[in-house]
């Protein structure tokens, strides 16, 4: 398991979009250390929350019209459907593909922020500038 906490450099200076993203990261490091007793608890809150958090951001993304929707929401249907797929492993009593999955959350997701969720970081700025009375 990759270790990597929350880094400063991971901040877009949105404070909704951080604090998800820290309660993501902190979720990760919760579920990759869980045992075998809580792990398929953990695994599935984890995947709710995921579920939760990409709704709302796109949710936010369909209110101001942000071009970059349909590949940002492509990107967060993969992830999920790699969950689910180990969600479904679990219940077959294999943990191997959802730790795995675990495994490699962290790397994915601070990519995911470097790059698609800094664009919307950055449309939202731009969307709270632009309404009126700023």
């Known amino acids: 398991m990759n270790k990597q906490m ?3 450099q ?8 951080d604090a998800s993203h820290m309660a993501l990261m ?3 490091s919760q579920v990759a250390a869980a045992g075998d007793a ?3 608890v953990d695994f599935a809150t984890l995947t709710a929350a995921m579920e939760s958090d990409f709704r709302e951001e796109e949710a936010t993304m ?8 349909p590949v940002h929401r492509e990107a967060h249907a993969r992830v999920l459907s790699a969950m689910h797929h180990a969600t479904a492993d679990i ?8 730790r795995e999955a ?3 959350l962290p790397d994915w997701f601070m990519l995911h922020i470097s790059t698609l969720d800094a664009a919307l970081a950055l449309a939202l700025e731009l ?4 309404e009126p009375g700023q």
């Open 6 to 8: 929350w880094l400063p």
């Open 10 to 17: 991971m901040t877009l200076g949105n404070e909704s979009m």
């Open 26 to 28: 902190a979720a990760f």
């Open 38 to 40: 809580s792990f398929a």
């Open 62 to 69: 369909e209110r101001i019209e942000f071009p970059g929707l």
């Open 91 to 98: 219940k077959a009593g294999n943990f191997g593909p959802a």
């Open 102 to 104: 675990i495994a490699y």
């Open 127 to 130: 969307a709270d500038t632009n």
